[in-house]
């Protein structure tokens, strides 16, 4: 884990790449040192019917939820979610000085009582670092 899913709104392409978001944010994540490479999945969703505040067509919003596995303190899901806001907030200054921009991000545990993984990734990713 974790799970970081992008939403945001379809006029957010007139402004920046998703795929660039996905990028820095899933790098931000590893950089972290909190989560396995195998472990992190991180996608982007856009949102073709949306209504921002005053219904401007000029706003844009971005939601990151980041759904992390049971165990971590709360000091630790700060730290992620400050590191994550960080790139947010970074790949998105230019944006906030022409255009109404709603930015944000939540992390949460997910109850691992009925959350059913199957993954083989931990060890493809290992077999493929041997020599």
Do not use: C
């Not at 974790?2 to 990028?23: F, G, K, Q």
């Amino acid at each position: 884990m974790p799970h970081i899913v992008i939403e945001y709104s379809a006029n957010l392409d007139e402004e920046l790449r998703p795929m660039r978001l996905v990028e820095a944010l899933h790098a931000a994540a590893l950089e972290t040192g909190i989560f396995p490479l195998a472990g992190l999945r991180t996608r982007a969703e856009r949102r073709d019917l949306y209504l921002i505040a005053d219904g401007d067509p000029d706003h844009i919003f971005i939601a990151v939820s980041v759904r992390i596995g049971e165990g971590r303190d709360a000091a630790t899901r700060l730290r992620v979610a400050e590191a994550l806001m960080a790139v947010l907030e970074r790949e998105t200054a230019e944006i906030v000085q022409r255009r109404g921009l709603a930015l944000s991000l939540d992390v949460s545990e997910i109850d691992g009582t009925a959350s059913l993984k199957t993954n083989n990734l931990h060890e493809r990713l290992k077999a493929r670092a041997k020599p």
